[in-house]
């Protein structure tokens, strides 16, 4: 390999390991997803990754259940979390006799709200940063029970990690 090549794949791949240094550990965020008290919970399982092509990703995800209840919450960075927010991004609401689909601001963050009405069931995604949200995915609730229940996370806290 010539030097001037190995000097440009160096460059790049320490600024690509410099950006995945400012992402929490994906324990750090399995920490703050905490307990629901009432509610049991699996483990904790994420990653954390830096790719050239992908950039960097972190995530931690844990799923509550009560009785035939659950909702599973993910905090995600990256492309992946653009590509969770996608949806919601124009701000489009939608409501009829079986879904409701909608954005909303709620202490100071954007939340999008996905409910199908028959099954009762849907996703919230909160936007925390322009490279992150918490995600859940929830069965058997309404969907205001499910945004109460992710409330008890502290988003302003999981933001925080991503600035």
Do not use: H
């Not at 919970?41 to 995800?61: D, I, S």
């Amino acid at each position: 390999m010539k030097p001037i090549t190995r000097s440009i794949l160096s460059v790049a791949l320490g600024a690509t390991l410099a950006l995945g240094a400012n992402l929490p550990n994906y324990k750090t965020l399995c920490e703050e997803l905490g307990e629901i008290p009432g509610w049991s919970l699996t483990k904790c399982e994420g990653m954390k990754m830096v790719n050239p092509m992908m950039g960097e990703v972190v995530t931690a995800a844990k799923t509550y259940t009560k009785g035939d209840s659950s909702l599973e919450v993910t905090v995600v960075s990256g492309m992946q979390a653009m590509m969770m927010w996608g949806p919601y991004a124009a701000g489009t609401t939608i409501e009829n006799d079986e879904a409701l689909v909608k954005l909303e601001t709620i202490d100071g963050f954007q939340v999008g709200i996905s409910y199908d009405k028959k099954e009762r069931s849907g996703g919230i995604v909160v936007r925390l940063a322009d490279n992150a949200v918490l995600g859940g995915n929830f069965q058997n609730m309404d969907w205001k029970e499910a945004l109460d229940l992710m409330k008890k996370i502290d988003w302003k806290r999981l933001a925080s990690l991503f600035r």
